[in-house]
């Protein structure tokens, strides 16, 4: 399985910080927000990791990651020549994903509590299709939500963003789990209003042919894109530490 790790966007919510930094390089804790993501797909047997980024960060990425070897997995680069989104930045990977290669695809900035062992291992044996990670939330209507099928609740029927009404009190997450036609799915979509290949609109295609599933976050899960969500991952991480440390 490939982990891929999506770091590019120009962080414009976390102005000024991300005037001098990308806001996956910016401090949660003692490391640098991306290392949290490589450190969870290691964690799971995923070693060998895409990291997609914009050319400006490039450097500073290879810097604190190099190789892999030192975090011990190996690492890949691709350049995001500019922002066109989620979908578009994940079929720059398409090159480094072998045939029948299922994926687990992490947003840098979603920072989380979950292993996802078990989902990961469902999701190895289990056919083609893809599957997402949920997260109940107080305001739901500030994300994605999930529509859940009738007659078979674990599926998904559609995804609804940022809906006035939302039909569930579960957001989408950062965390995704695509078998290798995914990079098909992509090239079928068409940009949306704002002129990006929207992530949404591929795990709908799945969802409109029955084969998007989802596991469940039972631990916190933070979006640090913001400077109060930042200073919150933060906090979170300090106390995951304090209680491994005790």
């Given at each position: 399985?490939?982990?891929?790790?999506?770091?590019?966007?120009?962080?414009?919510?976390?102005?000024?910080?991300?005037?001098?930094?990308?806001?996956?390089?910016?401090?949660?804790?003692?490391?640098?927000?991306?290392?949290?993501?490589?450190?969870?797909?290691?964690?799971?047997?995923?070693?060998?990791?895409?990291?997609?980024?914009?050319?400006?960060?490039?450097?500073?990425?290879?810097?604190?990651?190099?190789?892999?070897?030192?975090?011990?997995?190996?690492?890949?680069?691709c350049m995001q020549?500019?922002?066109?989104?989620?979908?578009?930045?994940?079929?720059?990977?398409?090159?480094?994903?072998?045939?029948?290669?299922?994926?687990?695809?992490?947003?840098?900035?979603?920072?989380?509590?979950?292993?996802?062992?078990?989902?990961?291992?469902?999701?190895?044996?289990?056919?083609?299709?893809?599957?997402?990670?949920?997260?109940?939330?107080?305001?739901?209507?500030?994300?994605?939500?999930?529509?859940?099928?009738?007659?078979?609740?674990?599926?998904?029927?559609?995804?609804?963003?940022?809906?006035?009404k939302p039909q569930?009190?579960?957001?989408?997450?950062?965390?995704?789990?695509?078998?290798?036609?995914?990079?098909?799915?992509?090239?079928?979509?068409?940009?949306?209003?704002?002129?990006?290949?929207?992530?949404?609109?591929?795990?709908?295609?799945?969802?409109?042919?029955?084969?998007?599933?989802?596991?469940?976050?039972?631990?916190?899960?933070?979006?640090?894109?913001?400077?109060?969500?930042?200073?919150?991952?933060?906090?979170?991480?300090?106390?995951?530490?304090?209680?491994?440390?005790s």
């Open positions: 399985m490939k982990g891929i790790v999506l770091a590019g966007g120009t962080g414009t919510r976390l102005r000024p910080l991300t005037n001098l930094i990308n806001k996956h390089l910016l401090p949660v804790g003692k490391y640098p927000m991306i290392h949290y993501s490589i450190q969870k797909l290691k964690n799971l047997g995923i070693t060998d990791i895409i990291l997609v980024t914009g050319k400006q960060s490039a450097k500073l990425y290879m810097k604190y990651l190099g190789s892999g070897e030192e975090h011990g997995v190996r690492m890949t680069y020549e500019k922002p066109g989104g989620i979908a578009q930045a994940l079929l720059l990977a398409e090159e480094h994903v072998q045939i029948g290669e299922k994926m687990l695809v992490l947003l840098g900035d979603n920072l989380f509590h979950d292993s996802l062992k078990e989902e990961v291992s469902y999701f190895k044996q289990s056919g083609d299709g893809a599957l997402v990670m949920l997260k109940k939330v107080a305001d739901p209507r500030r994300y994605g939500v999930p529509v859940f099928q009738k007659e078979d609740a674990k599926r998904i029927a559609y995804i609804e963003e940022k809906p006035v569930s009190s579960y957001s989408v997450t950062g965390i995704y789990m695509y078998d290798d036609k995914v990079f098909d799915v992509i090239r079928e979509i068409k940009p949306s209003g704002r002129g990006e290949l929207e992530i949404t609109d591929v795990n709908n295609v799945y969802a409109r042919s029955g084969k998007l599933t989802y596991g469940e976050l039972e631990g916190w899960w933070i979006d640090a894109g913001t400077h109060e969500s930042l200073y919150e991952a933060t906090r979170m991480i300090w106390e995951e530490e304090d209680t491994w440390r």
